[in-house]
């Protein structure tokens, strides 16, 4: 079993649709935790860290479920340049990073 | 502020020989990471340092592959020699402290390296 699971996808959702991604982790020792967002041909780039209390950036919400061990990310009102795939990170705490294969997201006029 | 610089972009080479690669990290991050990414995969940690000690290498083939980080500032990361499945891109990340909690990582544009 891999220690971060994604849904691979593809979602493909219209423009103004919300979608969510879940990421599941298997060490319960992990303390911190983060979406990436990574453009094709591209290196990923932070989109948000994920508290345990939930948090929101504008469009975007993030939650995490200590006792289930999984984290999502809540995505309303899709624009076109939402689009790309969405890496889900799990750190432990000595700091090393687990990254997810992510899931990717199209969104279409 | 400059990001994280990686040379060169691209490589080619044939199986069984040998590459480098070299990472400038955000000036004043103490914390660097190499990465691979395969095709279709997420990125996968292979060396973290911290200044010039290494944290974690657990998944760096050490028959094969070797790092360093001389004076807490640039690293190298070498191949020798050479197999095909180690086509891929070599992200070089950076990070103010790494301890994890808030800590992002700052990536470098990579290395694409194709093994024929």
């Known amino acids: 079993r891999k220690e971060v699971e994604q849904d691979p996808g593809p979602f493909n959702v219209p423009e103004g649709a919300t979608v969510a991604f879940n990421c599941t982790y298997s060490n319960s020792a992990s303390q911190s935790f983060f979406w990436y967002r990574q453009d094709c041909r591209k290196e990923p780039k932070l989109l948000m860290s994920?508290?345990?209390s939930g948090n929101e950036d504008g469009r975007f919400t993030a939650q995490l479920n200590r006792a289930s061990q999984y984290i999502s990310l809540l995505i309303r009102d899709s624009k076109l340049s939402d689009s790309a795939t969405y890496l889900c990170?799990?750190?432990?705490?000595?700091?090393?990073?687990?990254f997810g294969d992510g899931t990717t997201l199209t969104v279409k006029p | 502020e400059a990001g994280v610089a990686q040379s060169p972009r691209y490589k080619i080479i044939e199986k069984r020989q040998s590459v480098a690669f070299w990472c400038n990290p955000i000036s004043g991050h103490a914390t660097l990471y190499w990465y691979q990414q395969i095709l279709g995969q997420g990125p996968k940690l292979l060396i973290q340092f911290q200044n010039n000690g290494v944290v974690d290498d657990s998944q760096l083939p050490k028959d094969r592959f070797s790092a360093e980080r001389l004076k807490g500032v640039d690293s190298t990361l070498k191949i020798q020699p050479a197999k095909l499945e180690d086509s891929a891109v070599y992200l070089c990340?950076?990070?103010?402290?790494?301890?994890?909690?808030?800590?992002?990582?700052?990536f470098g544009p990579g290395t694409r390296l194709t093994v024929l």
């Open positions: 990340a950076s990070s103010l402290t790494g301890t994890g909690r808030g800590d992002t990582q700052y």
């Open positions: 994920v508290y345990s």
């Open positions: 990170v799990v750190v432990l705490n000595a700091g090393k990073s687990t």
